[in-house]
């Protein structure tokens, strides 16, 4: 185990892979190279700590990165909906442009659906979240009512879907659909601006209402209820399985049946 402060071949190795992996998936694979980069984040997260020389410096390393490319993914989002959007928006109503893939410009009516757009993802977000719940709420330390609203309402839209709309508006221009992209970029930028100006300012007050803004102590009440069970589980299986094995001996049982009940009452006493 080394103990340099940044293992510099390793946090080389990972921001190189980011590139490559974006640059084979979306030019040799045709393939999105976004949802590729996430995939690949998922599979580093789950396999490669072991391997990590220093954790904490090369997370320090990825959330910089983060920040940074956060920052100029918004610039630029900001600079192509201004340029390419706005700054050509028709002052007047005209929906029966919907449909035409030329490059007309944005119209009023096209302002309109952005937030109807964002009123029908929050919509959805709250579909999606309730009819799971019932299956939530045998997962991990439970899901309440109440959590699913919170889940659904603060559910920020960021990086990722920019990112996407980036690279749509980017591959449909290049074909010749430009309107297209330029409204994919816009209703995207809609929804992650709407998230971030309405749901996440008023998250707090919403916690409060729900009763949910002092929730550290309940879950952590609730993770200690469940290893409990967990530790319980596991113990009388194991009893139940020397029970059956023919090398254990009355003696044996009655020590293991005296283990059990002590392991038992000291996880009471301690939960």
Same mark, same amino acid.
């Given at each position: 185990?080394?103990?340099?402060?940044?293992?510099?071949?390793?946090?080389?190795?990972?921001?190189?892979?980011?590139?490559?992996?974006?640059?084979?998936?979306?030019?040799?694979?045709?393939?999105?190279?976004?949802?590729?980069?996430?995939?690949?984040?998922?599979?580093?997260?789950?396999?490669?700590?072991?391997?990590?020389?220093? &954790?904490? $410096?090369?997370?320090?390393? *990825?959330?910089? =990165?983060?920040?940074?490319?956060?920052? !100029? +993914?918004?610039?630029?989002?900001?600079?192509?909906?201004?340029?390419?959007?706005?700054?050509?928006?028709?002052?007047?109503?005209?929906?029966?442009?919907?449909?035409?893939?030329?490059?007309?410009?944005?119209?009023?009516?096209?302002?309109?659906?952005?937030?109807?757009?964002?009123?029908?993802?929050?919509?959805?977000?709250?579909?999606?979240?309730?009819?799971?719940?019932?299956?939530?709420?045998?997962?991990?330390?439970?899901?309440?009512? &109440?959590? $699913?609203?919170?889940?659904? *309402?603060?559910? =920020?839209?960021?990086?990722?879907?920019? !990112? +996407?709309?980036?690279?749509?508006?980017?591959?449909?221009?290049?074909?010749?659909?430009?309107?297209?992209?330029?409204?994919?970029?816009?209703?995207?930028?809609?929804?992650?601006?709407?998230?971030?100006?309405?749901?996440?300012?008023?998250?707090?007050?919403?916690?409060?209402?729900?009763?949910?803004?002092?929730?550290?102590?309940?879950?952590?009440?609730?993770?200690?209820?469940?290893?409990?069970?967990?530790?319980?589980?596991?113990?009388? &299986?194991?009893?139940?399985?020397?029970?059956?094995?023919?090398?254990?001996?009355?003696?044996?049982?009655?020590?293991?049946?005296?283990?059990?009940?002590?392991?038992?009452?000291?996880?009471?006493?301690?939960?």
């Amino acid at each position: 185990m080394c103990c340099c402060p940044l293992p510099f071949p390793q946090a080389a190795i990972t921001v190189a892979g980011a590139f490559a992996c974006y640059y084979v998936s979306e030019v040799i694979l045709g393939v999105s190279g976004v949802l590729a980069i996430i995939c690949a984040g998922a599979e580093c997260a789950f396999f490669m700590w072991p391997l990590v020389c220093n &954790r904490a $410096a090369l997370e320090h390393l *990825w959330h910089f =990165l983060e920040w940074l490319f956060n920052t !100029a +993914l918004f610039e630029l989002a900001g600079l192509i909906i201004g340029g390419r959007c706005l700054l050509r928006v028709e002052l007047s109503w005209n929906p029966e442009w919907a449909g035409r893939d030329h490059d007309s410009g944005i119209d009023l009516a096209d302002l309109a659906l952005v937030g109807f757009t964002f009123v029908a993802a929050i919509a959805i977000r709250f579909i999606a979240v309730f009819s799971l719940l019932p299956l939530l709420r045998r997962l991990g330390y439970g899901f309440s009512p &109440r959590d $699913a609203v919170a889940a659904s *309402w603060g559910g =920020l839209r960021g990086a990722v879907g920019l !990112a +996407l709309a980036l690279s749509m508006e980017h591959t449909l221009a290049e074909q010749g659909r430009s309107r297209t992209g330029s409204l994919v970029l816009l209703h995207t930028s809609g929804v992650v601006v709407g998230s971030l100006v309405i749901n996440a300012p008023t998250m707090p007050a919403l916690l409060r209402c729900l009763g949910l803004s002092g929730k550290e102590d309940r879950a952590q009440a609730r993770a200690m209820l469940d290893v409990r069970r967990r530790v319980e589980v596991f113990a009388e &299986r194991e009893f139940a399985n020397l029970k059956q094995h023919p090398k254990v001996t009355s003696h044996d049982t009655h020590t293991h049946a005296h283990t059990h009940a002590r392991t038992h009452a000291h996880t009471h006493t301690h939960v």
